[in-house]
């Protein structure tokens, strides 16, 4: 089985700074790619951006030039640096990542339970 888990969430005013991590961990063969999702009050789940294994990146519209995701291979672990945060940012946040595993053909999705952001003065 593989789990992801998130942590470096909280409350931060606007204009202000997070950096949320997720480490990966189970029977994992390879990772293809890992990123995050958010999700807003009453609203649905939205990309906010990924990486492959190659290293390229994209990013919802919402928040290019203000987050940037980085991964660390080697330890199966993303990291989402948020800065210039905005109200509209508040969400919890989910990681994602697109793997093989040991023994198991295909690929297969896996998600984290989620980290809540919340953005306010």
């Known amino acids: 089985q593989v789990q992801l888990v998130e942590s470096g969430g909280g409350l931060v005013q606007p204009g202000g700074s997070l950096r949320l991590s997720c480490v990966a961990s189970g029977s994992i063969f390879s990772i293809n790619t890992m990123g995050w999702h958010r999700e807003a009050p009453g609203k649905e789940r939205e990309l906010v951006g990924r990486?492959?294994?190659?290293?390229?990146?994209n990013y919802a519209d919402s928040v290019k030039g203000r987050f940037t995701i980085s991964r660390d291979n080697a330890k199966n672990t993303v990291h989402l640096q948020m800065n210039s945060l905005k109200p509209e940012d508040t969400a919890v946040y989910y990681c994602h990542a697109n793997l093989k595993q040991y023994y198991i053909s295909g690929d297969r999705d896996y998600w984290g339970k989620g980290t809540l952001v919340t953005v306010s003065s």
């Open positions: 990486i492959i294994s190659g290293g390229y990146t």
